[in-house]
């Protein structure tokens, strides 16, 4: 694509649009879905600097799949339970696992979290769970992260969200304004006081639609759910991983020139909870899910102790001249989210 910009109303990851670029596993549908010959573009260096450096400085993978054939919220909740309750897009779930999510299981052990958000927290995907007051009172502003992250009071466990509808970079969101997101992120994760003892993991949910020749490998169905497809929908089941995304390890004891090749898919991030607090898998699929410390050296003198000088990201107000807002997650009617 010749400028940050991302083109409107085209690009698609929802359920049979995933399904059709998959293709049987010839990943070759991608121009012939709803996402068009857009999902052929595709970003330099320039467009993402910050991102880019990282990704050419702490270690990457090149197997990290979307934990499903499907858009931002079913992965999400991959993310967070390690099951979708069989739904398939962005709707908010009214119903809860039956093992919980991780924000219960850490609650259940007094595990100290937070969830991070910007204009809504990835929580709210079940909705129920903006009920619990011991969910709600682990809510906090993205500005506290930040304050958090360079005092080093940053709890045991943090998920961090963007503005999904300004810097998630889903189209036709400009991408420049991710760019700037995540530096700020990890800058703060960088400069705080307990770099030291920090291990950050960035991913982005879903493929956006664009073309990836890989294609997703069969994994392990989270439980006996099957997906609720309405009705024409593509068939198909939680038993194949969805396509590749971005994903990096930043860590004083992180690989330098590191590339992993095991596969990994969201409940890989579960699966690394549950390793560090030796606590219960919350379905098949984390059960089974490699907890990504391949990509780190916990036994050797770590290699970015002293945090990496980074560039700064892409000038926003200098270069914006596309949308910059798009679709992303919105509060439901009636939620009530701490200010």
Known sequence: MPTPCQPSGTLSQSWDASHAQYDGGTNQGFVTSKSGPAAMGYLTPADMPFT?????????????????????????RFLMAGTSLGLVNDTFSLALPPNGTIFDVLNRYGIPWKNYFSNVPSAAIFLPLLKDPK??????????????ARSGTLPGFSLVDPNFSQN????????????????????????????????????????GGYYDHVPPPRAV?????????????????????????????????????????????????LKLVERKWNLPALTARDANADDLLDAVDL?????????????????????????????????????????
Not at 173 to 193: E, I, K, M, N, P
Not at 312 to 330: F, K, N, R, S, W
């Open 52 to 76: 880019a450096a990282l990704a050419r400085t702490f270690p990457i993978g090149d197997r990290y799949f979307c934990s499903t054939l499907a858009q931002t919220y079913p992965n999400r």
């Open 135 to 148: 969910v709600a009172a682990n809510l906090a502003p993205f500005s506290h992260f930040l304050d958090d």
């Open 168 to 207: 998630s970079e889903e189209p036709p969101q400009d991408v420049q304004y991710g760019d700037t997101f995540l530096s700020q992120v990890v800058q703060a994760v960088l400069g705080g006081a307990a770099w030291a003892k920090t291990l950050l993991v960035w991913a982005y949910d879903e493929h």
């Open 221 to 269: 169905p989270p439980d006996a759910v099957a997906p609720i497809l309405p009705a024409g929908s593509a068939p198909g089941g939680f038993d194949r991983y969805g396509f590749r995304v971005p994903f990096g390890i930043v860590s004083p004891y992180a690989r330098p020139d590191y590339v992993s090749h095991v596969v990994h898919d969201h409940t890989s991030v």
């Open 299 to 339: 036994q050797a003198k770590p290699h970015f102790l002293v945090p990496p000088r980074l560039p700064v990201p892409a000038d926003t107000a200098a270069q914006a001249g596309c949308l910059v807002t798009g679709p992303g997650a919105i509060p439901p009617p009636g939620a009530v989210l701490p200010a």
